[in-house]
């Protein structure tokens, strides 16, 4: 979101105390509104992503000079001397700004803004508290278009600030209490047609002068100080205004991560549900005999899930075999011995009662080549080993 700030004609008051004191306006709008609103307190306006302050034409001149052909910081230097002999005030009290060369200007020839020093700063102090952190000021003329013909008028109370624009160097400002003729300029011959500076003729010219004041910023040195006195900046950061469309999105993305990663405890719950079945099926078929009412089972199914998923481990392939490997090495077993099993790449580990067994039938299970002791009860039966149909 940008914003459009116009700010109040300077009093004639002189000491900035006097104009603190009054109730000085500032009229603000969003690019995409075609009305101001007035504002005494510019920190009450919402957070923008850019601010575009205009101050008024008669309140800034802008004036076109002949510099000589040396760098930009020496003309910085001299510039006060060039400019001297048209300044109404001393040099202490105007600022004098060199303006980036125009595209179709020629290189001896700059524009030149001058300004009240003391009115600038106050503006400036004024600006600084904006939740902002792109803040530009321009002259009010600059968004007005090129006209040989039209004087563009605004009333203020009993006050009516006119504007003649001739060329972008060539800007006229003047004020004259209402219902007064309009002054004739030097260049014009015959009455002008007036025009209101309305709030849709600026916004408009945001667009179509753009390339006319983009490069341009009239903003002093101290409105950064005065940035970093006020905390506006990290204001800007702070504020819920600024964030509130990021975290919109954050919520956006959380319930998308929650929705796939159910999904995807889903998509496991399935799979295991899955092998709890090809397990089910090949225990049934090959040890039915000797697991048929046993607890231990629910050990096997559950256990060679975890071996599957969570291992990362393809389990797939030779399980029935095993299981038929298991029947011969347990044929002289009591089946109510086999606690559990685990099925893994590394084998088909099975755990015995051996208080069930007697010496003889633990002998024969321990002398068994193809299985491999683990602990007192556990047993592993390496894989592709032994197997039944070979």
Same mark, same amino acid.
């Given at each position: 979101?940008?914003?459009?700030?116009?700010?109040?004609?300077?009093?004639?008051?002189?000491?900035?105390?006097?104009?603190?004191?009054?109730?000085?306006?500032?009229?603000?709008?969003?690019?995409?509104?075609?009305?101001?609103?007035?504002?005494?307190?510019?920190?009450?306006?919402?957070?923008?992503?850019?601010?575009?302050?205009?101050?008024?034409?008669?309140?800034?001149?802008?004036?076109?000079?002949?510099?000589?052909?040396?760098?930009?910081?020496?003309?910085?230097?001299?510039?006060?001397? $060039? !400019?001297?002999?048209?300044?109404?005030?001393?040099? #202490?009290?105007?600022? /004098?700004? &060199? @303006? %980036?060369?125009?595209?179709?200007?020629?290189?001896?020839?700059?524009?030149?803004?001058?300004?009240?020093?003391?009115?600038?700063?106050?503006?400036?102090?004024?600006?600084?508290?904006?939740?902002?952190?792109?803040?530009?000021?321009?002259?009010?003329?600059?968004?007005?278009?090129?006209?040989?013909?039209?004087?563009?008028?605004?009333?203020?109370?009993?006050?009516?600030?006119?504007?003649?624009?001739?060329?972008?160097?060539?800007?006229?400002?003047?004020?004259?209490?209402?219902?007064?003729?309009?002054?004739?300029?030097?260049?014009?011959?015959?009455?002008?047609?007036?025009?209101?500076?309305?709030?849709?003729? $600026? !916004?408009?010219?945001?667009?179509?002068?753009?390339? #006319?004041?983009?490069? /341009?910023? &009239? @903003? %002093?040195?101290?409105?950064?100080?005065?940035?970093?006195?006020?905390?506006?900046?990290?204001?800007?950061?702070?504020?819920?205004?600024?964030?509130?469309?990021?975290?919109?999105?954050?919520?956006?993305?959380?319930?998308?991560?929650?929705?796939?990663?159910?999904?995807?405890?889903?998509?496991?719950?399935?799979?295991?549900?899955?092998?709890?079945?090809?397990?089910?099926?090949?225990?049934?078929?090959?040890?039915?005999?000797?697991?048929?009412?046993?607890?231990?089972?629910?050990?096997?199914?559950?256990?060679?899930?975890?071996?599957?998923?969570?291992?990362?481990?393809?389990?797939?392939?030779?399980?029935?075999?095993?299981?038929?490997?298991?029947?011969?090495?347990?044929?002289?077993?009591?089946?109510?011995? &086999?606690?559990?099993?685990?099925?893994?790449?590394?084998?088909?580990?099975?755990?015995?009662?051996?208080?069930?067994?007697?010496?003889?039938?633990?002998?024969?299970?321990?002398?068994?080549?193809?299985?491999?002791?683990?602990?007192?009860?556990?047993?592993?039966?390496?894989?592709?080993?032994?197997?039944?149909?070979?």
């Amino acid at each position: 979101m940008r914003l459009i700030i116009r700010c109040p004609v300077r009093p004639i008051a002189i000491n900035a105390e006097d104009w603190s004191a009054q109730d000085l306006y500032f009229s603000w709008a969003q690019n995409n509104e075609a009305d101001f609103e007035k504002v005494l307190d510019l920190d009450a306006l919402p957070v923008a992503d850019s601010v575009l302050a205009l101050i008024p034409g008669i309140d800034v001149r802008l004036t076109e000079l002949k510099v000589p052909a040396v760098s930009t910081k020496k003309i910085q230097q001299i510039l006060p001397m $060039l !400019i001297e002999d048209e300044l109404l005030s001393s040099l #202490s009290n105007t600022n /004098i700004q &060199l @303006l %980036p060369q125009a595209l179709n200007q020629s290189s001896d020839l700059r524009l030149v803004s001058v300004i009240n020093r003391d009115w600038l700063l106050w503006l400036s102090q004024k600006l600084a508290v904006l939740n902002c952190e792109k803040i530009q000021l321009i002259s009010e003329s600059m968004l007005l278009p090129v006209s040989n013909l039209v004087v563009f008028f605004q009333q203020e109370d009993s006050t009516n600030f006119y504007t003649s624009k001739r060329s972008a160097s060539n800007v006229i400002c003047w004020s004259q209490p209402t219902g007064e003729p309009v002054l004739e300029t030097e260049e014009q011959h015959t009455q002008p047609d007036l025009q209101e500076l309305s709030a849709a003729l $600026l !916004i408009s010219g945001i667009t179509t002068e753009k390339k #006319s004041y983009e490069s /341009i910023n &009239l @903003l %002093p040195d101290e409105f950064y100080d005065f940035r970093r006195e006020s905390q506006s900046e990290l204001q800007h950061w702070l504020s819920r205004d600024l964030w509130k469309v990021p975290l919109r999105w954050a919520k956006y993305a959380t319930l998308t991560l929650c929705v796939s990663y159910l999904g995807y405890l889903c998509t496991l719950v399935w799979q295991d549900r899955q092998w709890e079945a090809l397990l089910q099926s090949a225990a049934n078929q090959v040890l039915s005999e000797r697991v048929d009412g046993q607890a231990s089972f629910t050990r096997l199914v559950n256990a060679s899930c975890l071996a599957a998923h969570k291992n990362l481990e393809n389990c797939a392939g030779d399980l029935e075999k095993q299981l038929l490997a298991l029947q011969n090495v347990l044929k002289d077993t009591p089946s109510e011995a &086999l606690k559990s099993l685990e099925y893994s790449r590394k084998g088909l580990a099975f755990e015995l009662q051996t208080s069930l067994l007697s010496n003889t039938q633990r002998l024969a299970v321990l002398e068994d080549q193809s299985v491999q002791r683990m602990s007192p009860t556990r047993f592993l039966l390496s894989p592709y080993a032994n197997l039944a149909d070979d």
